[in-house]
């Protein structure tokens, strides 16, 4: 497809319109067709509301950062203890760590005070359904129902509770008031599926299946259940055939799971059976039948790409490890605790694995975990030496040497990893990054310009390090008063290799580099160039002022040199009016700019990381 384009001679202020035939795209140069929403934020201020603290937290939620979005709820209820929506939300959150109690206690919290809140009432219906009181899960189910935004899904809920109490004439009646709101609800649908055939029901039950597959060709629960149906081999052979992803078993275990929520053990053990053999499907095996021999089989068993997330399996895993003494019960269920942030439980078992533990990425794990330096490191250095031929065992260790600030360990071991695996991109960029840090700028330029970075989202490190490199490159140049080659590595250092991974933005902060060049052409005697360099500082500064970034000192450096403090004053009541001005890097700038000393010493430790700093002092020192 080729970009196609025109040129049409128009009048100054004439009106025109642009269709384009097709696509169904219109434009008028009038713009009276225009929407009137906003599109822009309401800049936010500085102190928070708990309401803003709420709605930043559930922006957190939704993007899965759930410790953070916990930390902003309990701040919203610091503010107001009786904050229904933090409350329901933090209780949410519970209920997805398996921790049902807690749950229970913060919606109870809701409903004695509104007891028709629809979302409290559902929370409390799946959290009682969890814990197997079925008489509050229906009651409460039964007042979230009275909400449109929970009735479908209530229902739903009531129709399973009923099958498990075997009331499929009740049941059957959940069911049909759940797809009455949604007749796509999927979980109502598959009710029905279950009750029919319970109640020997063949054609109907036949007939919701196919409108199942009607509305999702790939829906695994209702091959497998027309398999269960028909008990033909052919059927349970369609399921088979549809089940096509990395992670097959997983798909047998949430048919499995599905069939145990209806209370149908044994259909969920005969799923089971025909999946594909894997330690969690027979721990789920184990559990079910309350066969602990099984077990033997699955401590025997490797523990590569065993990754229980479930919160059901919670359960099973617990059972597990009451039932046997082998560490990779205990290694799994550390890694289901803490995919539910249940952090400090994940932490004692895997403290209790030791030293039975022989697995390189349990090492791995734990040291992630840990907060314990010298436990860390006695862990990565384990890891390697379990299996040092997986190339991640020395990432590890190479970015815990970089974090603790032990730079020459750092050095050693990515050289030996760089030698160890010469295709590989990740520990490529490592010793380019350890070299940058012992000083050796050159070298780690040379092995960053061997490297091919795959692009990914955010990949923007290499680029960074390679800037960083030049630049400090240039910077030693300067120092030994080398300003023509320094010239030289710091318009290199504008350049954005494409071999790094990212691509060259629209809108390029280059403010070091023009302040150096001006410095370096001050230095050769070319005074008539410098003027140009130096708007350029002061120019792009006026567009990047928001940005948190320190840069936004050297339009200050020129200012102090000209005196000129009103245009001072001016940035830097810009710089403290920016959305940006609580961030650390801005403090930073604002500090520097009133010669605050004292902050500048407080900021030190938020800014240790930010190698930018190290650049804006040497430039500062700059004779």
């Known amino acids: 497809m080729q970009v196609f384009t025109t040129t049409v001679g128009l009048d100054g202020n004439s009106p025109y319109e642009v269709t384009v035939t097709g696509m169904d795209l219109n434009f008028k140069s009038d713009k009276k067709n225009m929407l009137k929403r906003p599109f822009t934020a309401t800049p936010r201020s500085k102190e928070l509301t708990h309401d803003a603290l709420y709605r930043e937290a559930v922006e957190l939620k939704e993007y899965r950062e759930y410790e953070e979005a916990l930390s902003l709820f309990r701040k919203c209820l610091q503010a107001d203890s009786l904050h229904f929506g933090a409350l329901t939300d933090i209780a949410e959150l519970h209920y997805r760590s398996g921790l049902y109690d807690s749950a229970l206690f913060l919606v109870n919290k809701v409903l004695r005070n509104d007891t028709y809140h629809p979302k409290a009432n559902y929370l409390a219906g799946i959290t009682y359904k969890a814990k197997g009181d079925f008489i509050n899960a229906i009651e409460s189910f039964g007042w979230a129902a009275r909400s449109m935004e929970f009735r479908s899904a209530a229902y739903a809920h009531m129709a399973a509770l009923k099958i498990q109490e075997g009331d499929y004439q009740l049941a059957h009646h959940y069911a049909q008031q759940s797809l009455s709101y949604n007749k796509y609800n999927f979980n109502a649908l598959h ?139 205990k290694y799994y269920l550390a890694l289901n605790y803490h995919t539910l942030q249940r952090t400090q439980e994940s932490a004692k078992l895997l403290e209790a694995c030791s030293p039975a533990a022989d697995y390189a990425p349990f090492f791995l794990t734990r040291a992630n975990l840990s907060g314990d330096s010298r436990q860390k490191l006695a862990d990565l250095q384990t890891a390697n030496r379990l299996a040092p031929e997986e190339w991640r065992t020395w990432n590890y260790l190479i970015n815990h040497y970089e974090n603790t600030g032990d730079y020459k360990q750092q050095l050693a071991t990515a050289g030996k990893a760089y030698k160890k695996f010469k295709n590989s991109y990740t520990l490529g960029f490592g010793y380019a990054k350890a070299l940058l840090n012992n000083g050796q700028y050159e070298a780690s330029l040379n092995v960053l310009k061997k490297l091919y970075i795959l692009p990914f989202e955010g990949s923007s490190e290499g680029r960074v390090i390679y800037e960083q490199a030049t630049l400090l490159s240039a910077l030693d140049l300067i120092k030994n008063k080398k300003y023509k080659n320094a010239l030289d590595r710091i318009e290199a250092s504008r350049e954005w290799p494409e071999n790094l991974g990212v691509g060259k933005p629209y809108d390029t902060d280059d403010r070091i580099q023009d302040y150096l060049t001006a410095y370096c052409l001050d230095k050769l005697g070319r005074k008539d160039e410098v003027s140009q360099w130096y708007d350029k500082v002061i120019e792009a500064s006026r567009k990047f002022y928001t940005r948190p970034t320190t840069n936004n000192v050297l339009p200050f450096i020129i200012y102090d040199r000209n005196n000129d403090t009103q245009s001072a004053k001016t940035l830097v009541d810009k710089i403290k009016k920016a959305d940006t001005s609580s961030r650390p890097a801005q403090r930073w700038v604002i500090a520097v700019a009133e010669k605050d000393q004292a902050a500048m010493n407080a900021l030190a430790k938020d800014l240790e990381d930010n190698r930018y700093v190290d650049f804006v002092q040497k430039i500062l020192n700059l004779e």
């Open 191 to 329: 009710s029905l599926a279950v009750i029919y055939r319970k109640q020997n029901s063949k054609e109907k039950a036949e007939n919701v299946l196919n409108e199942i597959l009607q509305y999702d060709a790939l829906n695994h629960f209702a091959y497998y259940e027309k398999s269960v149906l028909t008990r033909s081999q052919g059927d349970l052979q369609k399921f088979q055939e549809v089940v096509k992803n990395e992670f097959p078993y997983q798909t047998y275990l949430e048919v499995a799971l599905e069939y145990l929520s209806y209370g149908l053990k044994e259909e969920a053990i005969e799923v089971l059976s025909k999946a594909p053999q894997h330690p969690l499907i027979k721990i789920w095996t184990a559990y079910l039948k309350d066969d602990a021999n099984i077990l033997q089989e699955v401590a025997a068993a490797s523990p590569a790409f065993v990754f229980p997330y479930r919160t059901e399996t919670v359960q099973a895993l617990e059972w597990a490890t009451s039932k046997s003494d082998s560490w990779k019960f």
